[in-house]
């Protein structure tokens, strides 16, 4: 049978035969089965999970938009009946004590890839292929660049579903404080890693490698933490998906309405605030540890600093009121932990049956929770800035987002 010969370099792992090799995007769609779905009683097909199209879609904005683009390698899969790797050999390098061959898989013609792992990636370059036309720029820096791949010759579709799962497991993604504050493409990003420099608070309190800081870590906010509250800040509580309040967050740095210079002093206002608050100001002046702070009050909270932020939001959202003199009435709050472990009511602390379970006095996580904090922050501090106590609705909020 007449086939197709692509240069890879050869290895073993396990005991079967894998090579790595590259092809470019336009080449790969059209070599590659439809993937079907997993079942785990066929014995013909390995199968894969169902395609996130939200996923899927992601990946072809990136390709899209960015030029100096990534993609880790996908997983094929051939059997020993339509491929075959011949080892080449070539001057100059020694092949007998290295993992490696130089050499080329023979592939029937009209054979198909199996996806094992990378079926969004490519399902992306498929929807781009097919949505544009040849002589299209995009396809253009397709067809010159190529996709990593892993090739596997396995001819049992158990063992390739095996590998799936293995290599899931083996993985360890980031934290979101890790691969965010890693991700420089994000305006709020870069703005809060300059930011850092700038405000005392920050100096080496925040944590990049965990998502919430230890009891007794000397950092008192994670880099996700952060950058939450100051989305929230920015653009309020009326977005449910993080892709949407990503975009309506980095639009105050970047696009034709972006007005960055006011968006960096809200921040740098608010943050430098908080660090000016008698309890925060004591871990700046170093007259108090973050632990000594985490234990004694609920300031270290994520819960509680999403509540203050959408506090400030609501309360500075008039244009009247500066972030400072909102953030200056947080000093009227009552932030210390209460010592009770149950029965907590209102007049132990301001978070009871919100942020701090009555019945055992325990912090609890939600929306819910930090929102209707969030409600009993700003009518404290409007009581303070306004000499009211007008509560903030989320019609309200969302309108100030939008504003």
């Known amino acids: 049978m007449p086939k197709i010969h692509i240069p890879v370099i050869g290895y073993k ?25 997993w079942d785990p009683v066929k014995t013909t097909t390995h199968g894969n999970r169902p395609r996130d199209n939200n996923h899927m ?45 130089v050499g080329t898989l023979a592939i029937d013609i009209g054979a198909k890839f199996d996806i094992g792992d990378g079926q969004h990636r490519i399902g992306a370059y ?18 010159t660049s190529g996709q990593p791949l892993i090739i596997v010759i396995e001819d049992d579709p158990k063992h390739r579903a095996q590998d799936f799962a293995d290599l899931q497991r083996n993985v360890k993604a ?6 965010q504050s890693m991700d420089r493409r994000q305006p709020i990003n870069r703005e809060l890693a300059d930011l ?5 608070l920050l100096q080496d309190r925040v944590e990049y490698f965990k998502d919430n800081p230890g009891k007794l870590s000397a950092k008192a906010f994670s880099f996700k933490t ?19 309040m990503d975009k309506a967050v980095n639009a105050h740095f970047e696009g034709d309405k972006s007005d960055p210079e006011k968006a960096r002093a809200t921040l740098k206002d608010f943050w430098t605030g908080l660090g000016e608050l008698v309890r925060f100001a004591d871990v700046v002046d170093g007259n108090v540890t973050v632990p000594e702070l985490r234990e004694a009050t609920y300031l270290t909270s994520a819960g509680v600093l999403y509540a203050i932020a ?9 244009g009247k009121t500066s972030v400072s003199d909102a953030v ?12 009770k472990t149950a029965d907590i009511g209102p007049e132990d602390t301001i978070f009871a049956g919100n942020l701090v379970d009555p019945d055992t006095g325990k912090l609890v996580a939600g929306r819910t929770g930090w929102e209707s904090a969030g409600a009993l922050i700003f009518s404290a501090i409007a009581t303070v800035v306004h000499g009211n106590e007008a509560v903030p609705t989320q019609t309200s909020t969302e309108a100030a987002a939008s504003a």
């Open 126 to 143: 498929e929807k781009i292929v097919q949505s544009r036309d040849e002589d299209d720029p995009i396809i253009e820096r397709l067809r």
């Open 196 to 200: 850092f420099d700038d405000v005392p």
């Open 226 to 244: 952060v950058r939450y509250v100051s989305g929230l800040l920015l653009v309020g509580n009326g977005y449910r998906s993080p892709a949407t």
């Open 57 to 101: 879609a992601g990946i072809v904005n990136y390709l899209e938009t960015e030029e100096k683009f990534v993609l880790g390698a996908a997983v094929l899969y051939l059997n020993s009946k339509e491929a075959e790797f011949k080892p080449i050999p070539v001057p100059g390098v020694t092949t007998e004590i290295d993992a490696a061959q």
């Open 13 to 37: 792992q396990g005991g079967r035969q894998m090579m790595t090799t590259a092809m470019s995007a336009v080449d790969l769609v059209s070599m590659v089965a439809k993937p079907e779905a």
């Open 328 to 339: 200056r009435a947080l000093d009227k709050v009552g932030f210390d932990r209460t010592t």
């Open 174 to 179: 980031p934290t979101a404080s890790m691969g």
């Open 310 to 318: 959408f506090a400030v939001h609501a309360i500075i959202a008039d």
